[in-house]
């Protein structure tokens, strides 16, 4: 018998326990602090509809900037528990705590309950008839579906992840009391599908025969209609904005409006490229890394983000 499969030899073998800190750094990272960033999202309607001034908006989107990151932080954890063997055969997601061991299935529940009823909690605080809490639960019960079941849904399995893009730009014009305009939510809508369609289209490419062991929905897709989806959705969000532009004051448009199209362009043309490229990268670079690392790419939205406040300014 081989010395490794003796029992004696593996009952002795010592089991190493996580200690407090280290689960707390596991909680941490499971919570996905680097996604975070994405729940400034509910400053999107309040900037757009220059609101940023009230007295209450302030505070109205702090909380739900908190209460998205709670909820946010636990549906990840969730989604680690549901997708514990998928990652495990991952080349980057392996490291993540569930997968790792680091933290049990049964605790990443546990805790992902408690965050999710944390951040409906706060929701409430902003927003007393209760319309910004209810469009945070839509975002927990729309991910918790996506979870269990969309994910294996084509076509609508990207839908679910955009929405909680828009989700979270709409539970912050709710909070502050800022309706969004239709232009505001096609825009948001088309960069968030579009966003979502550039990362298939690199878990495709980039993972290669691994990519259908990872999500087996990608069976549904091709390289070729994913590129042109995302082409077709960053069309359609450059035309939107192109039109709030055009309809945002009335017969005629101040020049920092259209001007503030130019950089959003590039940006988007950018991106293209840089999805394209990436989806030859066999580690399945993140979206995320596009936009905020590479360098033309910044100096754009830097520009555009000039462009566009200056035009709030003057309007």
Excluded at 31 to 54: E, F, M
Excluded at 149 to 164: D, F, Q, T
Excluded at 176 to 182: E, F, Q
Excluded at 288 to 301: K, Q, S, T, Y
Aim: aromatic content about 6%; glycine content about 10%; hydrophobic content about 55%.
């Amino acid at each position: 018998m081989s010395i490794l499969g003796s029992p004696s030899v593996l009952a002795s073998t010592p089991v190493t326990r996580p200690g407090p800190l280290d689960l707390a750094r596991g909680v941490l990272r499971s919570t996905r602090p680097g996604q975070w960033p994405k729940n400034l999202l509910v400053a999107a309607a309040p900037l757009a509809g220059a609101t940023l001034g009230r007295p209450e908006v302030p505070v109205g989107l702090a909380l739900t900037f908190v209460a998205l990151t709670l909820t946010s932080g636990g549906l990840y954890l969730f989604n680690d528990a549901m997708d514990i063997e998928r990652d495990r055969a991952h080349p980057t997601k392996c490291r993540r705590p569930v997968a790792a061991g680091l933290i049990p299935r049964s605790w990443a529940l546990v805790l992902s309950a408690f965050f999710v009823v944390a951040g409906l909690a706060v929701a409430l605080a902003p927003d007393h008839t209760g319309r910004a809490g209810m469009v945070v639960a839509g975002y927990a019960v729309i991910t918790i579906a996506y979870s269990r079941w969309l994910k294996r849904v084509p076509v609508l399995e990207m839908v679910a992840v955009a929405s909680g893009f828009v989700l979270r730009a709409v539970a912050g014009a709710l909070a502050t009391r800022t309706p969004p305009s239709l232009w505001f939510l096609v825009v948001a809508a088309g960069g968030a599908l579009a966003v979502t369609v550039a990362k298939r289209g690199i878990e495709l490419s980039g993972l290669g025969p691994r990519a259908l062991v990872h999500r087996p929905v990608l069976a549904a897709y091709s390289v070729r209609g994913l590129r042109r989806a995302r082409v077709a959705l960053l069309v359609l969000t450059l035309g939107a904005y192109a039109g709030w532009v055009l309809t945002r004051h009335g017969t005629w448009v101040r020049g920092m409006d259209l001007a503030s199209l130019v950089p959003l362009a590039i940006a988007l043309v950018r991106f293209d490229v840089l999805a394209g490229r990436a989806s030859t990268d066999p580690s399945g670079i993140a979206v995320e890394h596009l936009i905020v690392h590479d360098r033309p790419m910044r100096w754009a939205e830097l520009t555009w983000v000039v462009l566009f406040l200056a035009g709030l300014l003057v309007g």
